[in-house]
């Protein structure tokens, strides 16, 4: 099956620095999604990005599916971005389920 | 406001006592399905369902049982409980299939003793 690989596997900022999250995946995907999951586990959606780039406040992404990768960006960053953020695909051809990366560990501190 | 609702959030049981989780969404998907997550392991699919009354195994379907009779509910069932049944579940739907964005309900997090 597909792999999804994310790097770095745990982040610590302090706050008001900006951070790039990595995620690299081995096949062609139609969809892709990016989560956060807060400190109370709730995952949380940031983008649907398949391909391209969005914006959303503080928080952009972008995704090159032709080389299999997609960046989540995170500028001026604080306290209550800390937590686990987890890059998903589905792989072309597939419509069951979303395979999970690992996930990055993200520490923010005051 | 569009949601993913799941009962209970929290559970403490015993083994062998059967138990249910629900799941329910507002935004007339097509697409449900089931995730649990423990630490080292990720999010793994548990079941999934495309429509009503078609229900499929993901990855680690042993020991839990679904249902999708109605379009918004897809329970979790799990029929006789043991330990390692003890994780945090996650339900999500999408509008068809896994064309579009997939939401997750905000967790329950069962433990088995």
């Known amino acids: 099956g597909i792999q999804v690989e994310q790097s770095p596997p745990d982040l610590i900022l302090q706050e008001g620095a900006n951070s790039t999250l990595r995620c690299n995946f081995s096949?062609?995907?139609?969809?892709l999604q990016w989560f956060h999951q807060n400190p109370w586990g709730q995952l949380i959606n940031l983008f649907y990005?398949?391909?391209g780039t969005k914006q959303n406040g503080r928080l952009s992404a972008t995704t090159v599916a032709t080389e299999r990768y997609s960046l989540l960006y995170i500028s001026s960053s604080q306290t209550t971005d800390s937590g686990v953020y987890f890059c998903?695909?589905?792989?072309?051809?597939?419509?069951?389920?979303?395979?999970f990366g690992k996930g990055i560990t993200l520490s923010v501190r005051p | 406001e569009a949601q993913v609702t799941q009962n209970p959030r929290y559970l403490i049981t015993v083994t062998g006592k059967k138990l249910t989780v629900t799941c329910s969404q507002n935004?007339?998907?097509?697409?449900m399905s089931w995730y649990r997550q423990d630490p080292g392991l990720g999010l793994r699919q548990i079941y999934y369902?495309?429509?009503?009354?078609?229900?499929d195994k993901g990855d680690v379907p042993e020991g839990y049982k679904v249902s999708r009779k109605e379009k918004r509910n897809f329970p979790l069932i799990l029929e006789s409980p043991s330990p390692n049944q003890t994780s945090l579940y996650f339900c999500?739907?999408?509008?068809?299939?896994?064309?579009?964005?997939?939401?997750f309900g905000e967790g329950s997090r069962l433990t088995v003793l």
């Open positions: 369902s495309m429509n009503v009354e078609v229900t």
């Open positions: 935004m007339n998907h097509e697409y």
């Open positions: 999500a739907s999408s509008l068809i299939k896994l064309t579009g964005e997939l939401f």
């Open positions: 096949d062609s995907v139609n969809n």
């Open positions: 990005i398949p391909s």
């Open positions: 998903a695909v589905l792989n072309t051809g597939a419509n069951s389920k979303l395979t």
